[in-house]
């Protein structure tokens, strides 16, 4: 499975953004696909996740939304109003467990190469 990340960039407080994770190997729904976010020397946070099913999580619903393209193959984080805060480097990741499960403490299974973030003005 290769996750590919891109989307990312520089845009003003206020602004939006859309990440989009290309996944070659399998289907896109045979995982539980998530997005994740860190900044230097801090710990990785999930952002949202989408599950086999179709269930979501979202740290921020008001402002991020994750969703799915099983024809491309695809899962975009589309995010809005965004903060300084939100600056880190996003990555997409793969869990091939507990597919419909949104939380747990199984770990991701495969990562992509991550894709900066930087909202400033």
């Known amino acids: 499975v290769q996750l590919q990340a891109s989307g990312g960039g520089l845009v003003q407080p206020g602004g939006s953004l859309t990440l989009s994770c290309a996944v070659s190997?399998?289907?896109?729904?045979?995982?539980?696909m998530g997005w994740f976010r860190q900044v230097q020397g801090k710990q990785r946070e999930l952002v949202a996740c989408?599950?086999?099913?179709?269930g979501t999580y979202h740290a921020d619903s008001a402002r991020f939304t994750i969703s799915r393209d099983d024809v491309k193959n695809t899962v975009e984080l589309r995010m809005d109003s965004l903060k300084p805060d939100d600056t880190a480097v996003y990555y997409c990741?793969?869990?091939?467990?507990?597919?419909?499960?949104?939380?747990?403490?199984?770990?991701?299974?495969?990562w992509g190469q991550g894709t900066q973030v930087t909202v400033s003005s």
């Open positions: 190997g399998r289907t896109v729904s045979s995982y539980v």
């Open positions: 989408i599950t086999s099913g179709g």
């Open positions: 990741a793969a869990r091939t467990r507990q597919l419909n499960v949104v939380l747990t403490n199984t770990p991701y299974d495969y």
